[in-house]
């Protein structure tokens, strides 16, 4: 449920028994929640934090202080003035293993496996809906023999008969030939395998270490001891996590900047989610990569490259919970709608940062689409929009009414996603906008509330069924803050198709959020859609986000430069998510991190 | 009630089975150990007791979700003579091995991130908060552990020999079972593959498997001295991580070719286990394969610790056609057969009653199921029943989310620790009470020490009168 955000998260209520009315103060609404007989058991302060301002949430001990933090020890601001941001600081960052996504990615690079190497291991814990999260990437026994049964099995593929020259390099018969030819091909081997390996070039001592491994499996056979290197080498700390070292930096020895092959690490699976190609291990090997312009022109080669769109799609599948769709089961409508709508929203995604204007506001905002003829109808869209020889499940930009359509956040995927099977929820609508467009996470209902719904009134629209979040003090100070953002999207069923009435009645889509600043009310999906498009709130937030999915930590306020630095960047860039993407590798967080602890 | 974490309930795609249909099979009592065509039960060192020189204890841990119902589920009358509610029904021939408590909460969930479900899980085993309290506010969700869980402290205490450390069954993933990094444990969920990490593989004959379990270890003893030699060159909160993985490694050599000597037939599963939407039968059928596959496990002696979860609670899609309910998924402000919407519409509505008295009926015959199973396999000392400690418990104590006088039950005295056949109540005790209790019958303190299991401001000891 928590997204990252820059302030503290809704602490446990026991820690809020304390806390003050705020004083008036643009970071830090807290919002008293009364008791009453309806809604809520308890007498709780409420934090709810603006994205916005530089600074603030400085104080990071809401959760577990007895006094409320918030108004009382925030910073003053800040990023961009002098003082906190003037040292190289990088942050806290613990030693990433790679995540399943980037295993496979890696295991394909390294032996040329297309399969999925990861389908023998556990599902990656999210954090903030990330699956790359480097605190919540361990390994457990359960998962050590996980990592066991799928290095044996990969190696095993890989020295099968018809591969096994080729992955060494030597001779076809290199099986059947005399222990000599064996020990030279291994020993030509192991150094660039290894390098590739492990992503750097491997020491004299590891190196012989490998060659004994070899000679241990080479007991029983040639490919057994290459199967014996394999399977050890797929296991080793050096290729399953990415181990940065660093090196000193002279006017600071509480930080080591990354060396050569620790950038070029960082960039590939910071933009293609894999191992560096050989281009960037040949730069890294030259030196080249200490040199922003050479690393500059290396991100542009990198972005050009068809990885680099698969690993922005998997940022969208993520953040959109694109996943949810599998579980699509509408009254009334087709299960296949389902990838239809999935496609749409991938394909559109993928054509406005690449192909198009790359913007969060043309994300936000955009009047077309991609459909396949199927799900036209949902969109109001007539066939003779499609070329004449449109086949079905194919997609087909087409523009959209903009009166009822604004890039993302009307598009079928999401609407469905937050519906039930035949009726809207606009209050997760509403907090799933304010979670992962505004970074302003909605805190939970006071413990045993009691959330029954009235007895049903098909007299009413949905809007009229919520009518107690508004009316009962007690619901109102926290629902507010979201339910008219979710009562915006009512024209949207629970497919997205716009509809002007609910239930026969007229639908009421407008609101209002006292807490952020939207620029006023609003009235229907558009409108708030387009408000989002150009608000420094949700330019804020999605560089937060991506700095989350890009470093893999949810960031902290030790990160407090770094992500005030690319806000800023991303705003400057009006927007532009490759831009976002490019400041990404420059900031000091990137470049360099804490010199760690004694040995 | 939103549902509370949308994230996890995707992890179904990856437990769904290939979605063909069931076929029906034999039962697996046939393949208990002392059965024709097994070898007899012996313990892992080979002798004919297990290491300890007398029967071991096994710890059990059955999940139910969304609370119970309460005026169904606690019996009526005194300490000794009582009568157990409908909902203990099915449990009835098991009475006298039961402990059931009223008055034991959990109240510990309040000091971490609470959002009306999950902190349920994630403090249900641990007594800790949720959010991991070393972590920066911004890092902190409610999955993290401050730590570990009741099943991993047993089971590293005294499930080392074991070819499974512990046995953590489940039909979908949940967050509940926590290592001693604080790290989630995952769900087995395919009795095939379950059983061959149990048995064995049965197309590989023992010498092959001797000559893989001496390459493994080889294999494993190379990378850890990969591992040894990183260590001292990165920095601190680096080799916390990496020292984590250096032990799971280290434990898992440990346990290469720990053999129970018992090798019973593998029966045919089914491909898959689809969702009930698909198959009404699936989901009985699994519980069916997996109880006894536990029951085996555990008269084996190749594990002395599980896990068995059905179903997690909070929103999602938990439906029960083969109850005889049709599949009305949840609206608003309409009636539904999906579990969690009615444990929250009652009883301020009454039409869920009978529905969720249907359900939590069905779970009591689960348990039931793997109780019989426990107690058919015959040991020194009784039966596995009679030395088993099964905790019952949910994650909340009505679908309301309130978390006083939750629904706990334990089953089985642990080898005669425990006085057993009584409605023990208390006056609003912290379950950490309970979970150190446990932790008693299997020979240790709390993690912690003897005063509390997992946060120290739940101490006072075990609970009174249990012994």
């Known amino acids: 449920m928590p997204v990252p955000g820059r302030g503290p998260h809704p602490p446990g209520l026991r820690g809020l028994t304390g806390c003050s009315a705020a004083d008036n103060d643009d970071e830090v609404g807290i919002i008293r929640v009364e008791t009453g007989a ?77 399969g999925d190497a990861a389908v023998g291991l556990a599902p990656d814990p999210l954090s903030f809906g990330f699956d790359n999260n480097a605190e919540a990437l361990a390994v457990t026994v359960p998962q050590a023999n996980e990592y066991l049964l799928t290095a044996e099995k990969l190696a095993i593929w890989a020295t099968e008969d018809t591969r096994l020259a080729g992955l060494l390099g030597c001779a076809e018969d290199i099986a059947t030939a005399d222990a000599a030819a064996q020990q030279a091909c291994i020993t030509a081997w192991l150094p660039g395998f290894g390098r590739r390996a492990y992503r750097r070039p491997l020491g004299a001592e590891e190196l012989a270490s490998l060659q004994a491994s070899y000679a241990r499996g080479a007991i029983d056979s040639f490919t057994d001891g ?102 699509f089961n509408k009254a009334g409508y087709a299960a296949s709608l389902a990838p239809l709508m999935r496609a749409e929203t991938e394909r559109f995604v993928d054509h406005v940062v690449w192909e198009g204007e790359g913007t969060l506001r043309e994300l936000l905002s955009a009047d077309y689409s991609f459909l396949s003829t199927d799900l036209a109808f949902v969109y109001n869209v007539l066939l003779p929009e499609f070329p004449a020889d449109a086949k079905p499940g194919e997609l087909y930009k087409v523009p959209l009414d903009p009166e009822h359509r604004a890039g993302l956040l009307t598009q079928a995927s999401l609407m469905s996603i937050l519906a039930t099977p035949s009726s809207t929820r606009p209050i997760a609508r509403g907090k799933f906008v304010r979670e992962k467009f505004l970074c302003a996470p909605v805190p939970p209902p006071p413990p045993g509330v009691n959330a029954t719904p009235p007895p049903p009134d098909p007299s009413q629209t949905t809007r009229e069924q919520y009518e107690q979040h508004a009316s009962d003090p007690a619901c109102s100070g926290c629902h507010a803050t979201f339910d008219g953002i979710g009562f915006a999207f009512e024209h949207y069923n629970a497919v997205g198709l716009y509809r002007l009435q609910d239930n026969g009645k007229p639908i009421d889509a407008s609101g209002q959020i006292p807490d952020l600043d939207l620029g006023g009310p609003f009235d229907g999906g558009v409108e708030l859609a387009l408000r989002l498009a150009d608000s420094e709130l949700a330019l804020r937030c999605a560089a937060t986000q991506m700095l989350h999915f890009g470093y893999g930590r949810a960031p902290t306020a030790a990160d407090q430069c770094t992500t005030d630095e690319v806000q800023a960047e991303f705003i400057a860039a009006d927007g532009d998510i490759k831009s976002l993407l490019r400041s990404l590798t420059r900031t000091e967080a990137f470049l360099y991190r804490r010199a760690g602890g004694d040995p | 009630m939103s549902k509370p974490t949308r994230i996890q309930i995707s992890r179904r795609a990856v437990l769904r089975g290939a979605g063909k249909v069931a076929v029906c099979l034999p039962l697996l009592e046939s393949m208990a150990c002392d059965s024709p065509g097994t070898t007899p039960r012996s313990g892992p060192g080979g002798g004919a007791t297990p290491r300890s ?94 730590g570990i869980s009741l099943d991993q402290y047993v089971a590293d205490a005294i499930g080392g020999d074991s070819v499974m450390r512990s046995l953590p ?56 001295s990969d591992f040894t030699k990183l260590l001292p060159k990165v920095s601190s909160n680096d080799r916390v991580k990496l020292q984590e993985h250096l032990d799971a490694i280290r434990t898992l050599e440990l346990g290469l070719g720990n053999t129970t000597s018992c090798k019973p037939e593998m029966p045919m599963y089914p491909a898959g286990y689809p969702q009930p939407q ?28 599980g896990t068995f979860f059905i179903r997690h609670g909070g929103g999602g899609q938990s439906f029960f056609p083969w109850l005889g309910m049709d599949i009305i998924p949840e609206e608003p402000n309409l009636p539904t057969t999906e579990h969690h919407a009615m444990s929250h519409s009652w009883p301020t509505q009454p039409y869920p009653y009978d529905n969720l008295i249907k359900i939590h009926t069905w779970f009591s015959e689960q348990l039931a199921l793997l109780c019989g199973k426990l107690q058919a396999q015959d040991e020194l000392g009784g039966s596995v029943l009679d030395n088993s400690l099964i905790l019952v418990c949910s994650e909340n104590a009505e679908g309301s989310h309130t978390k006083t006088n939750m629904p706990f039950l334990t089953i089985g005295s642990a080898g005669g620790y425990f006085r057993t056949g009584r409605h023990v109540q208390f006056g609003g005790v912290p379950h950490n009470r309970l979970l150190l209790s446990i932790a008693n019958a299997f020979g240790l303190d709390g993690p912690g020490g003897p005063d509390h299991f997992g946060d120290p401001e739940f101490g006072g000891g075990p609970l009174p009168g249990l012994t």
């Open chain 2, 169 to 224: 069954i489940g039909y979908e993933w949940y967050h509940w079972l926590y290592d001693k990094n604080r790290n989630q444990i995952q769900h087995n969920g395919s009795p095939s593959q379950l059983f061959m990490q149990l048995f064995g593989d049965p197309n590989i004959d023992p010498d092959a498997l001797n000559r893989i379990t001496l390459r493994r270890k080889s294999i494993l003893d190379d990378v850890q």
């Open chain 1, 38 to 114: 309806g809604c809520a058991r308890w007498l709780a302060c409420v934090l709810v934090v603006a994205c916005g301002d530089a600074g603030g949430g400085g104080d990071g001990a809401a959760g577990d202080d007895t006094e409320s933090g918030g108004s009382d020890t925030a910073e003053p601001t800040g990023g961009g003035e002098t003082g906190p941001c003037d040292g190289i600081e990088p942050g806290d960052s613990v030693v990433r293993r790679l995540n399943r996504t980037e295993f496979r990615n890696t295991v394909r690079d390294l032996l040329g496996y297309t």
């Open chain 2, 278 to 305: 698909e198959d009404p039968n699936a989901l009985p059928l699994w519980c069916e394969h997996m109880t006894s596959l536990m029951a085996l496990a555990l008269a084996c002696d190749a594990t002395r610790v």
């Open chain 1, 226 to 327: 290459v199967q014996h290197v394999l399977t050890r080498v797929l296991l080793s700390p050096a290729f399953l996590y990415r181990v940065e070292l660093g090196l000193p930096v002279p006017e600071d020895s509480s930080v080591v900047r990354l060396d050569d092959w620790e950038l070029a690490t960082r960039l590939s699976y910071l933009l293609w989610q894999g191992p560096p190609d050989d281009v960037l291990l040949a730069a890294a090997e030259a030196g080249a990569l200490a040199d922003e312009t050479t690393r500059a022109a290396e991100v542009e080669r990198m972005l050009a490259d068809p990885r680099a769109r698969v690993t922005t799609q998997d940022y969208f599948r993520q953040l959109l919970e694109l996943d949810q769709l599998a579980d």
């Open chain 2, 53 to 146: 020189g007398s029967t071991p204890k096994r710890l059990l841990v059955f999940f139910i979700p969304n609370g119970t119902i309460t005026p169904a589920w606690f019996p009526t009358g005194t300490e000794t003579d009582f009568q157990l509610a409908p909902l203990m029904a099915p449990l009835a021939p098991y009475r006298d091995q039961m402990l059931i408590y009223s008055g034991v909460d959990n109240q510990v969930y309040l000091k971490g991130i609470v959002d009306n479900h999950n902190e349920g899980m994630t403090t249900l085993l641990t007594g800790q908060p949720a959010g991991d309290l070393q972590l920066d506010p911004a890092a902190r969700t409610i999955y993290q552990s401050n």
